[in-house]
């Protein structure tokens, strides 16, 4: 039997995440997920503390539930992808299973070595001095050396491709399976079926409608979410620009994921702006998506800088386990320390010290988030789950 493992948001859990947990256990695999933090990829707070998504990950039959820290959980795809596979490496797994449009892994496995080849950094370096945007250099310069030609313009073959790439550049010995996506696209607002976008389920649940937004997550999850466990990042609004307005234009340059001087426009943009989507539109470009500007303006709220951008993190944080999650992590070889409890984190190395302060951080700004806000130091009371299945 393998140790398959999943990387996801799980932002809410929903009907087809559970179809993902079901097929990686059809066989009696041990299922590990890394999930995100409080801070999502998209530059968002996530609608769900990670205790509440932990929680719903153990009760959909996962073993294993580890955090991906916010430094990597609210980055680019190739940062969170690296993350993510190097804590399920880490927590023993053979196998990465992941959703996608195409559903062939063989196709995504050459696409990944295309992009790894130099011959396709040279033509996305001459496609981009044409004009044309990053993403669309890089699609077609995918299929001019053979990848499929519209492979690249979905977001779950982008994100299967990029575990596949960093896989390969930790070279890490895994394997790779994916499964098809059904039901609606990502971030479609359709509900035609019972497998809709988590976007959707989000809208509905942030303009008060959760019963409906809860038809499409499994039906053991329903019922535990309310009102005052939902986090909406509009409720932070004027204080993260106040915030930013207190910062100087040299606190802007230390940032992850910047160039072309982006930090100087984030500066000068701050002080007229007058909530974070007028920010985040002003400082939107051609090379700077919308969810890469979110990231961004939400990267220098929290203070974060580059230090550990596209390294490793320092250790694989367990937020919770069933009897079976259990047992395996007392037979799984790491290099890193696995934790379970945050007073083991003390006794960790300046990097990681490092890395649990800023996981203080985020959760002490996600906790103006809720609905009634509550106190900081939330990390400290964390309790690690566990389920008796």
């Known amino acids: ?48 503390s990670k205790q509440k998504r932990a929680e719903a990950a153990l009760v959909s039959g ?18 969170f992808a690296l993350c993510g596979v190097w804590q399920l490496y880490n927590l023993g797994c053979d196998t990465i299973l992941f959703g996608s449009e195409c559903g062939d892994i063989d196709k995504l496995i050459k696409t990944a070595d295309i992009l790894l080849s130099d011959k396709f950094s040279f033509l996305v370096t001459e496609k981009i001095k044409s004009g044309i945007t990053f993403a669309a250099a890089r699609q077609e310069a995918a299929a001019e050396l053979g990848a499929d030609a519209d492979i690249l313009s979905k977001p779950n073959n982008n994100l299967g491709i990029e575990y596949i790439i960093a896989a390969r550049n930790l070279r890490l010995p895994l394997e790779f399976k994916t499964l098809s996506r059904i039901g609606e696209d ?3 607002m359709i509900d035609a079926s019972n497998f809709v976008s988590s976007s959707f389920i989000r809208g509905k649940i942030l303009d008060g409608d959760i019963a409906y937004g809860e038809r499409f997550i499994p039906l053991e999850l329903r019922g535990k979410i309310t009102e005052d466990n ?14 930013l307005r207190l910062k100087s234009q040299k606190d802007f340059e230390n940032l992850p994921d910047l160039s072309e001087g982006i930090e100087n426009k984030l500066y000068f943009s701050v002080r007229v702006a007058n909530g974070l ?31 550990f951008f596209m390294t490793t993190p320092p250790y ?55 609905n009634k806000p509550q106190e900081c130091g939330l990390e400290y009371k964390y309790k690690l789950l566990k389920t008796e299945c």
Request: net charge neutral; with cysteine; glycine share 4%.
């Open 1 to 48: 039997m393998s140790v398959v493992g999943i990387i996801a948001e799980f932002n809410p859990l929903h009907n087809g995440h559970k179809k993902l947990i079901d097929f990686a256990k059809q066989n009696g695999d041990t299922v590990v997920c890394a999930i995100s933090g409080n801070f999502v990829q998209r530059g968002d707070v996530a609608l769900l």
């Open 62 to 79: 996962a073993d294993i539930v580890a955090e991906m820290p916010v430094l990597w959980s609210m980055s680019t795809a190739q940062n």
């Open 186 to 188: 990502h971030d479609s």
């Open 230 to 243: 939902v986090a909406d990042i509009r409720r932070i609004d004027r204080a993260a620009l106040a915030v």
């Open 277 to 307: 989507d007028e920010l985040y539109n002003m400082i939107k470009s051609k090379r700077y998506t919308l969810a890469r500007c979110r990231r961004l303006v939400l990267s220098a709220v929290l203070s974060f800088d580059k230090k």
């Open 316 to 370: 694989v944080r367990v937020l919770g386990f069933s009897n079976r999650g259990e047992e395996h992590i007392k037979s799984a070889v790491s290099t890193v320390p696995v934790i379970m409890r945050v007073s083991d984190i003390k006794n960790l190395d300046r990097d990681a010290l490092e890395v649990f302060e800023t996981e203080c951080r985020a959760t002490d700004l996600y906790a103006l988030c809720l």
